[in-house]
């Protein structure tokens, strides 16, 4: 153990890293992936260090998934924009986000 630990091979930032980007390549938002890995007791500095709620990415990543999963639908009326304002939640996008994709759509 202390080998690997040595060679870097074994340490909570390589997994902190690690972790982000496979949630993040999955769709997830930051909101869900800090929740996700504070459930694994991970410290909060380590979390702020590699998951950056500003980071232009994930305007990209949830438009990919607002396209992935309405088509590119802009939503016709309010219950539909709740609707899919709601999904994008559940994914862990915040409402900064949120209305940024769906307003620079409408």
Do not use: H
Request: glycine share 6%; with cysteine.
């Amino acid at each position: 153990m202390a080998q690997l630990i040595a060679e870097d091979a074994l340490s909570e930032q390589r997994y902190v890293e690690n972790f982000t980007r496979a949630r993040m390549m999955r769709g997830f938002g930051p909101q869900r992936i800090k929740a996700e890995l504070r459930e694994k007791a991970v410290c909060d500095s380590l979390i702020s260090r590699y998951v950056i709620t500003g980071d232009e990415r994930w305007d990209q990543q949830i438009s990919r998934v607002w396209q992935k999963r309405f088509g590119g639908r802009l939503p016709e009326n309010l219950k539909e924009r709740a609707q899919q304002t709601r999904y994008l939640q559940y994914r862990g996008y915040t409402t900064e986000q949120i209305n940024r994709v769906l307003d620079n759509n409408d």
